[in-house]
């Protein structure tokens, strides 16, 4: 492939990833004309969005394979357990990453 | 100044692992699609978006056709319309910054930026989401250089590492759970996405996901 279509690829993805990072920026510049609804999911959103990424990092798990899904699992529920008990996320992620790396390494 | 760097520096470790990590990974993938440490290093400069570079390397080694490239990329990255809905008060009257905040607002940016933040005092705040934004990007530049550069070199099992940054969503999620007394949006966009996913497959349920989640949000009464 030339040097040119891989300029034009890489352009092309960098100018609509950001095209939808700015196009709700663009829309709704001046907030006394921002429909009331859009500010309602503004203060809403961030609860389900991160409820969403959740289940987006976990799409590609088999549950059908324990394999698959019990090193996630446990991990998991170290990291919110561990965070329940001492609310700090930097404990909880290490603790959480270490888990699964020796799950998936040594044992699954 | 210092202090905000500071705090804006312990928040964003977690980001910092994930990111060389799979900076990392991306690096070495595209090094052995045939493309160097000068493109590792433009991609992450310019496209910066994760999964995407990913997805990237295969339309680069196939030579896709620039339509192909567009609507991947749109289906791929839909998500981050929702992080800017949800940023528009946040960035509002914060000046020229605004743009590279925009340009920057990753999953894991938005993360970390979308909720209320009593540690920083507020005339630190756009300082704040300036040093996390670029912060987090140069993470994510230093792992796909370091990855194209040296991957084959350095010989360290790093299976499984990719799930600090679900961790960091979990700790996330369950931070703004434990911190609000509503849940019924929590529970929404759990819901809809794991409906979706079993409906649609992992290759297409986001699009859905977010459909639904905007319109279920939007008729629900004010209590949510």
Redesign the interface.
Known sequence: MNNLHTWAIIAVSALVTALLRFLPFLMFSDSEKTPRIIKKLNKTLPFAVMGMLVVYCFKDINFLSYTSFLPALIAGALVVGLYLWKRNTLISIASGTVCYMLLVQLIF | MKRTFKLAFKDT??VL?GYIALGFGFGILLKSAG?GVF?AF??CL????GS?QYV?VA??SS??S?VT??I???MV?????????????K??NIGKR?LYL??S?T?ET??LL??EKPHIPKAELPNYYLLVSALNHSYWILGGVIGALAGTLIKF?????E??????????????W?S?KK?A??????V???LC?VIFG?DN??IP??IV??LV??FCN?G?
Request: glycine share 4%; proline share 1%; net charge negative.
């Open positions: 470790i977690p692992m493309y493109w433009f991609m310019t496209m910066y978006a995407m990237a339309l680069l030579g896709a620039l490239v567009a991947t990329t749109f990255n839909a998500r981050h319309l929702f992080y800017g809905i949800s940023m528009l008060d960035y509002k605004k925009i340009f607002l999953d938005y993360s979308c909720n099992n790093s299976e499984g590492i799930f600090v940054l679900t961790a960091l969503f979990i700790t996330i999620f369950t931070e703004q434990l609000n849940h949006s929590a529970i929404i966009g759990v809809a996405s794991v996913l992992s349920f986001l996901a977010m989640i905007a949000l939007c004010e949510v």
